[in-house]
């Protein structure tokens, strides 16, 4: 039996809904799948960069410390005595150290905090022996002191006024016992399977979750080659174990140490079946829509054939009802399906550049977020334009959120969104980082043009009262970008060391990258 009209409409309309329906779906899929790898990555890098920076800071205050007690330990460099005092309360206040020592030049350790049993012994372990030799402050790379535990040793030399080298002020690091490294990674271990780990300068483990692989040389890593080669980034990799990874790094130079944040593969992709089921779900509304005025469609356009049909069927040829029945021509039929399947293509146009607006759209501010900045300082390098950025923190935002609750932590931030777009030209564009964090970027405005702009703001929001009757205010970096020296991660971080200075000089202030 031969198939109608309309069975042959509906199931062309049919297999190009499904086929639509079908590239739609896949092409979201990838773009998303593309989109939560690239914001894994993303995640993992900032998540390396503070931690390192974490660790950086806590070096430098290590140091600091061992510094600030260098006259007091040269003073008593003869009485072991008042040296293991002096110790004690280093230790007490440095926190960041395991232990504590006083080494002579001839190797000889004067005094210890705790004691450990080796004063008055001669120590020739690698890392005291490197320290010695060298006569510089150094932090050594991992060895196996006398008491047989891993560590590391943070060493600054001791010269009394003549110049004449004394030993040195030791503080030392056991890397498989409880250490600052651990209490500032060892929350980082998500029951995703993702952690952090830090390795030194020759891509041996000096902070894993798994105590029994510190010490481990992991070098042959891609991560840690690049670590090693001082550079700083994200990358999809198997690790030596196998593993698919997501993994975000940063190289520390203080400590010449890399830290590491990882994710499985598996886990970064975890919620793409959810967003595609949602996806799914949102369309099919509309498809069935289609379809049913498909089937109506249809049948407008076989009626006039199956009436011509019909009608030669039971009437002789040449019947004057046959030739006076009106039959719409081939040339209609073609266009009216044609109209049907490109209304449903620009509808579904309209849902992916619906669900690409808003994937480039901070939900709470309506600002654009940091999708849209890597997107749009892209074309800004593309087109070799000059630019500058604002980088905007508020001050004391927790105690915000601590005092009043998220709800008025979130006008706060709706606030401070509303002031940001309201200043800026059109040109200009508004990004919520994340949490508190802001960056207003400023095409071919100069960094004096920049600074105005900040200052006119940060003085707008010091004089708004919010809501809850209260004034807050923000902290600002602005930098403007120097072309064929620098890239977008330097300039941002260069920025943001800005407004960290502008916050550790009592925030409600503007300060210029130099």
């Known amino acids: 039996m031969n198939k109608t009209l309309k069975f042959w409409i509906l199931t062309l309309i049919t297999f190009t809904m499904i086929a639509i329906l079908s590239s739609s779906l896949f092409s979201s899929y990838l773009v998303t799948k593309k989109s939560l790898i690239e914001k894994s990555l993303e995640q993992n890098e900032m998540y390396a960069l503070k931690l390192a920076k974490m660790s950086e800071e806590v070096f430098k205050a290590m140091e600091a410390n061992l510094e600030a007690r260098k006259p007091d330990v040269i003073d008593h460099i003869e009485n072991p005595e008042e040296l293991t005092k002096i110790l004690d309360q280093l230790l007490i206040s440095g926190k960041n150290f395991n232990s504590l020592s006083v080494i002579g030049s001839d190797s000889i350790a004067i005094a210890t905090s705790p004691n450990i049993g080796i004063t008055g012994n001669k120590i020739e372990s690698e890392g005291v022996e ?227 607006d808003l994937s480039l759209t901070d939900p709470l501010t309506r600002l654009k977020n940091r999708r849209y900045s890597e997107l749009f300082f892209a074309d800004l390098l593309e087109q070799k334009n000059s630019f500058s950025i604002i ?32 200043s800026v030209s059109e040109k200009d564009v508004c990004v919520r980082l994340g949490g508190e964090e802001f960056v207003i970027i400023l095409p071919n405005s100069s960094l004096d043009e920049a600074y105005i702009q900040a200052e006119k703001l940060r003085k707008e929001i010091e004089n708004s009262i919010l809501s809850m009757n209260r004034k807050i205010t923000i902290s600002a970096g602005v930098g403007e970008y120097k072309v064929n020296k620098e890239n977008v991660i330097e300039l941002l971080h260069r920025v943001d060391e800005a407004l960290y200075v502008a916050k550790s000089e009592g925030r409600n202030k503007t300060v210029i990258s130099p």
Do not use: C
Not at 197 to 213: A, Q
Not at 270 to 281: A, E, N, R
């Open 391 to 422: 980088s905007i923190d508020i001050d004391h935002f927790k105690k915000v959120n601590d005092e009043f609750g998220h709800q008025i932590g979130d006008e706060t931030l709706q606030f401070l969104a509303s002031k940001m777009m309201s």
């Open 130 to 356: 490197e320290a010695l030799r060298k006569k510089e402050s150094i932090i050594t790379k991992p060895y196996k002191a006398v008491t047989g535990r891993l560590l590391i040793l943070v060493s600054t030399p001791l010269f009394d006024d003549s110049n004449t080298y004394l030993g040195m002020l030791n503080g030392t690091i056991y890397l498989q016992e409880d250490n600052f490294i651990q209490n500032i990674l060892a929350e980082h271990f998500s029951e995703d399977g993702s952690y952090v780990f830090v390795v030194d300068e020759l891509g041996t483990l000096i902070y894993h979750p798994d105590k029994m692989r510190i010490g481990e040389n992991v070098s042959e890593n891609r991560v840690i080659q690049s670590l090693l080669n001082r550079k700083s980034g994200a990358q999809e990799l198997y690790n030596t174990q196998g593993t698919h990874l997501l993994a975000g790094y940063s190289y520390i130079p203080e400590s010449k140490w890399g830290v590491v944040s990882q994710t499985p593969y598996e886990s970064g992709l975890q919620p793409l079946s959810g967003i595609m089921t949602k996806m799914f779900f949102y369309t099919l509304p509309f498809v069935i829509l289609f379809f049913v005025l498909a089937y109506l469609l249809s049948e407008k356009l076989a009626s006039p054939l199956k009436n011509l049909a019909i009608s030669t069927m039971n009437s002789n040829l040449g019947d004057v009802s046959v030739q006076n029945l009106k039959v719409s021509t081939w040339y209609f039929e073609a266009k009216q399906l044609t109209e049907t399947i490109e209304n449903y293509r620009k509808l579904q146009e309209e849902v992916v550049a619906n669900f690409k």
